[in-house]
């Protein structure tokens, strides 16, 4: 079983910064992609930004350009990855999930996903 944790949602004002990070754990051969979505109220999840296990990174139209500074980041020892927002508004109100594809065998692979983290940008 592989187990994915996010940590670091909360309510922050407009304009203000969180970082999230999501630990994967379990019986783990090695972690490719891993990435982040949202999920606002009555939409559907949408990708933020992925990074590869090469360390190259994606990240969605609609986070490019409002976004000052957007980062993933990945600790590939820690199998770890993390989010840094900038420039938060309101329209980043979401649950934030953390996503992973996980390699348990040479031959299994599972693509997992976190229970989510509350992010609230509200004044």
């Known amino acids: 079983q592989v187990q994915l944790v996010e940590s670091g949602g909360g309510l922050v004002r407009p304009g203000g910064s969180l ?40 990240y969605a139209d609609s986070v490019k350009g409002r976004f000052a500074i957007s980062t993933i980041s990945r600790d590939k020892n820690k199998n770890m990855v993390y989010l840094q927002m900038n420039s938060l508004e309101p329209e980043d109100t979401a649950v934030y999930y953390c996503n992973a594809l996980v390699y348990l065998t040479t031959m299994n692979y599972q693509n997992s996903w976190g229970q989510g983290t509350q992010v609230t940008v509200s004044s």
């Open 19 to 58: 970082r999230l990070s999501c630990a994967a754990s379990g019986s783990i051969l090695s972690v490719t992609t891993m990435g982040w979505y949202r999920q606002a109220p009555g939409k559907e999840r949408e990708l933020v930004a992925l990074i590869t296990g090469g360390g190259s990174t994606n």
